[in-house]
């Protein structure tokens, strides 16, 4: 079936440390998400990225489509970048999303 | 541009109830799919709806079901609750089918005792 895999699942930094997150996955796929779950459970969008290179402020992400994976680069981590990040993916037409386990990060001041 | 809300925040019910869980979609958006989140887990896919018609159904059974309204606000409708059904609720609004972004509401935390 379908799969989406998340590492690391656990990542503590110090704040000010850089760190990468990866999403592998296993088809094609015509949507790729990250998001940022906040303590309340609000998933917050960060990235909306099939294919490509994006960057917004501290955050940047890449797809690579055709090896099938993806990675989040958080860069100078704040404390309030701690939380649960989750890649989703949709692979068909009926744009249903397919959630990896996460990444739950903890960063210390 | 108003985001996706949903309610109510929580509920609390008792094993056998039926409950209704509501979401308006964000302006513009005519397609709503439903994710139940358990503590510790990733969302998993309920169903979809688009333009009042359902649009694809995840491994979940016929318990649960859905209503997507004209103005493509959207009911989850969860009959005979179990213990198991305690999480969060997850609606989550797009424009079009293939490939479009998602926005998520804040949630509705059902616990069912």
């Known amino acids: 079936g379908i799969q989406v895999e998340q590492s690391p699942p656990d990542l503590i930094l110090q704040e000010g440390a850089n760190s990468t997150l990866r999403c592998n996955f296993s088809?094609?796929?015509?949507?790729l998400q990250w998001f940022h779950q906040n303590p309340w459970g609000q998933l917050i969008n960060l990235f909306y990225?099939?294919?490509g290179t994006k960057q917004n402020g501290r955050l940047s992400a890449t797809t690579v489509a055709t090896e099938r994976y993806s990675l989040l680069y958080i860069s100078s981590s704040q404390t309030t970048d701690s939380g649960v990040y989750f890649c989703?993916?949709?692979?068909?037409?009926?744009?249903?999303?397919?959630f990896g386990g996460g990444t739950r990060l903890m960063v210390k001041p | 541009e108003t985001g996706v809300t949903q309610s109510p925040t929580h509920l609390i019910k008792t094993r056998g109830q039926q409950v209704t869980l509501r979401c308006s979609s964000q302006?513009?958006?005519?397609?709503v799919s439903w994710y139940q989140q358990a503590l510790g887990q990733g969302p998993q896919f309920i169903f979809q709806?688009?333009?009042?018609?359902?649009?694809g159904r995840g491994n979940f059974p016929p318990r649960f079901s859905g209503l997507q309204f004209p103005n493509y606000s959207s009911e989850l409708n969860v009959n005979a609750l179990e213990l198991d059904d305690s999480a969060l609720y997850l609606c989550?609004?797009?424009?079009?089918?293939?490939?479009?972004?998602?926005?998520f509401g804040p949630g509705t935390r059902l616990t069912v005792t």
């Open positions: 989550a609004s797009s424009l079009g089918l293939a490939g479009t972004e998602q926005y």
């Open positions: 088809d094609s796929v015509n949507n």
């Open positions: 990225i099939p294919s």
């Open positions: 989703a993916v949709a692979f068909n037409a009926g744009n249903m999303l397919t």
């Open positions: 302006s513009g958006h005519n397609t």
């Open positions: 709806y688009y333009r009042e018609e359902e649009n």
